[in-house]
């Protein structure tokens, strides 16, 4: 009987439903559960207003953008739910579920990036966190500094493993799998070193952070695990684990390292990806002018 139903699904499936499937198997992890609900938030706004979301029109698209802004989302939050949206309307083009693409011409919104409502730690605010990290616990100190000094994002710290820990050419270095099931190699410098061999209280295998129970730490917990911590350190700002990847990056660009490097170490494709992590570009002491400035002004005669 289940046989048999399974085979009716795929031989007459929902179109709507497969489109949907089609457009989410490019994607895997935190991206796939990203794309998932943005997707089905659209979805389920059609249903609610009796739109066939394949037959859909331009007007259509243009009404849901406007139903987000009354709902009071973020712009940053509005902007990301549509790209999914006219994702899976470019590739349900492209598999034959649509003839046309009604997203092509709606006026995507457009962010500034001063409304980005994204956190950064001050380079002080980081170290009285790592402090209360190491105070926590082997497991913290780990936890805070594989996120801000290295930038790992959560899923990949969480998912680590004390056998990916390796030692080769005098270096000590990590292999983690990123974002889009790319391994990577990465070094561990001496502060997040000492860190990793506290946490791993001289096992051989198993999960590197563990949560109180002896299990691998969730991404849950993990998070709930920094919001303590910011708040005994005294932080007054919102922390997630992302924060620390970005206070990792900003760091980085604002001590000299060359934007190419960063761009290596965030694994990021883009360099213009990148630069969106610098949350300290606004800074005035940074600002070209100063160098153009001083430049013109040793011309003088006087």
Known sequence: MRQSTLSTLWEQPDPTQYAAMSYLARYRGDTLRAYSQDL???????AERGVEPLQAQRPHLELYLRWMEQQGLAP????????TVAGFYRYAVIDGHCEKDPALAVTRPKVPWEGQRRTVLHPLEYAALLTQARRAGPGAHALVA????????VGEAIAINVTDLRSQSGYELLTIMGKGAKPALIPLPVPVLRAVRDATAGRSSGPLLLNQHGDR????????QLTR??????????LSPHTLRRTFCTAGLVS???????QYAMRHADSRTTLRYDMARANLDRHAAHAVAAYLAGMSAD
């Open 40 to 46: 089905r938030y659209f979805l389920r706004w059609c």
């Open 76 to 83: 940053a939050t509005i902007g990301r739910r549509f790209t």
């Open 146 to 153: 594989l996120l801000g000094m290295i930038g790992l994002r």
């Open 217 to 224: 730490l969730s991404r849950q917990s993990a998070a709930g």
């Open 229 to 238: 911590l910011a708040r005994d350190a005294g932080l007054t700002q919102h």
């Open 256 to 262: 000299g390292v060359p934007l190419r490097d960063m």
